[in-house]
């Protein structure tokens, strides 16, 4: 049994930073994308950032240039660095992890951001 246990969610004032880990047990070489979504109340949720195991990154257009997604592959740990954050941030976040073609999904922490 996959599980995503997440870490480095809390309180933080406007222009702050955070760092969320995500740490996944399994085979390390089933994993593929691995990345984060968030979900704001009453909102959708939406893709944040991922990566793929050779490195290749994507974010959505509102956290480019704030937001650093990375990843330790022989740990299956996958980070999120979030600097200059800002109150429109505050969503509970969800690690992702593609493996052997299957999403598995982490029970989320919580980012606020107050201004």
């Known amino acids: 049994q996959v599980q995503l246990v997440e870490s480095g969610g809390g309180l933080v004032q406007a222009g702050g930073s955070l760092r969320l880990s995500c740490a996944a047990s399994g085979n390390p070489s089933g994993f593929s994308v691995m990345g984060w979504f968030r979900q704001a109340p009453g909102k959708e949720r939406e893709l944040v950032a991922t990566t793929s195991s050779s490195g290749i990154t994507r974010y959505r257009d509102s956290v480019q240039g704030r937001f650093d997604i990375s990843r330790d592959n022989a740990k299956n740990t996958v980070y999120l660095q979030m600097n200059a954050l800002k109150p429109e941030d505050t969503a509970i976040y969800y690690c992702?992890?593609?493996?052997?073609?299957?999403?598995?999904w982490g029970q989320g922490t919580q980012v606020t951001v107050s201004s």
């Open positions: 992702n992890a593609r493996y052997y073609g299957q999403d598995r």
